[in-house]
């Protein structure tokens, strides 16, 4: 059989849930848990540990400044004068709507799997962090293959779509080299066998 170049390969279950878990952590505001692991090394550790599954170079995360780390994710992913570079939205990156038809079909997939929005989540069920959790609840309830999905068909596109706007306007050091290592990271992400 002949090797096709251009076939990208297919997830490992533990690649897809350590991704998630890390667009999960990433992508919701910032809190004293991400403060926490960024200052124990715990973070950097689960970077390098997806790298290494993955067999792909992990991003340099050191020397963060808290209140930089904060402070560029609402200039990013919230508000900023001149526009917010990357809203974190998936129906946006995929449709250029909020609550168009990608949230739609992401509202379905979810309700097919047993997935609902939690009623304390303030913010739209497309945002990137709420869709990494959805996919950390499939793989926790052992439907590898939706979160891998959830993965390749949601937030994938994401990133090919914003990475390039995080790493232009990131001045914290830390969403700029984590974007562009998750979308490099998740361009490769292939469902095929698991669909």
């Not at 168009?100 to 929005?117: C, I, N, Q």
């Not at 994401?158 to 995080?166: C, K, P, T």
Request: charged share 15%; net charge negative; proline share 6%.
């Amino acid at each position: 059989m002949k090797h096709d170049a251009t076939a990208r390969p297919v997830a490992s279950a533990d690649v897809v849930a350590q991704a998630l878990q890390l667009v999960a952590a990433t992508y919701r505001s910032p809190d004293a848990a991400l403060r926490d692991d960024l200052d124990s090394g715990a973070f950097a550790t689960a970077v390098a540990e997806l790298a290494d599954v993955a067999g792909v170079m992990a991003p340099p995360l050191d020397g963060f400044a808290w209140p930089k780390v904060q402070t560029s994710y609402v200039a990013l992913f919230v508000t900023n004068a001149a526009g917010v570079p990357a809203p974190p939205y998936v129906g946006l990156a995929l449709d250029g709507e909020l609550l168009g038809p990608s949230a739609a079909a992401l509202k379905a997939f979810l309700a097919h799997h047993g997935v609902e929005t939690a009623t304390g989540w303030h913010d739209l069920a497309d945002h990137v962090a709420a869709v990494a959790e959805a996919g950390i609840l499939l793989a926790d309830a052992g439907r590898d293959d939706a979160a891998c999905i959830l993965l390749e068909r949601f937030l994938s596109p994401w990133f090919q779509r914003y990475a390039s706007e995080v790493v232009a306007t990131d001045d914290s050091g830390f969403y700029g080299p984590l974007t562009e290592f998750l979308g490099s990271l998740l361009s490769e992400v292939s469902c095929e066998a698991a669909a």
